[in-house]
């Protein structure tokens, strides 16, 4: 019987150690702080399924409502920054995640101006800085 060998130059060899490397920097780039894993369902939300029909803030003729904050110092800097993720406790306060990892809360809403119901004005108070 008659073994075959295949050839393996160093380059080749070395070539593949460098991709796995490469593949693996790519990997803990991209997911700095592991790997997503998957939640069994009795740690999932367990709140009602979202309700696509739901348009409550959108106006009559299709517009978005717009929520910015009202600063009550003229020239401080304001908390809202790149609001990313709106959350809504059992009470039903607006909650957000901004760019800064701070969990502001979003309450006392008020309309800006009469002629405009697109935009509205709120309070803001930060809650946690969650820094990173």
Avoid: C, W
């Avoid at 990997?27 to 592991?34: A, E, I, R, V």
């Avoid at 609001?83 to 809504?88: A, D, H, K, N, R």
């Amino acid at each position: 019987m008659v073994k075959a060998q295949i050839p393996v130059s160093p380059l080749g060899f070395v070539s593949v150690i460098f991709a796995a490397v490469g593949i693996h920097q790519l990997l803990s780039n991209q997911f700095p702080h592991g790997r997503p894993v998957d939640l069994a369902p009795s740690n999932r939300h367990s709140g009602p399924p979202m309700d696509p029909t739901n348009v409550s803030l959108r106006l009559s003729n299709g517009k978005l409502t717009k929520i910015y904050e009202r600063v009550e110092e003229e020239g401080s800097p304001g908390l809202m920054v790149g609001p990313e993720t709106l959350i809504f406790d059992n009470n039903g306060t607006m909650y957000t995640l901004t760019e800064q990892s701070k969990l502001v809360s979003i309450t006392d809403f008020r309309q800006k101006r009469d002629d405009d119901a697109s935009i509205i004005t709120a309070k803001v108070t930060e809650v946690a800085d969650l820094g990173i």
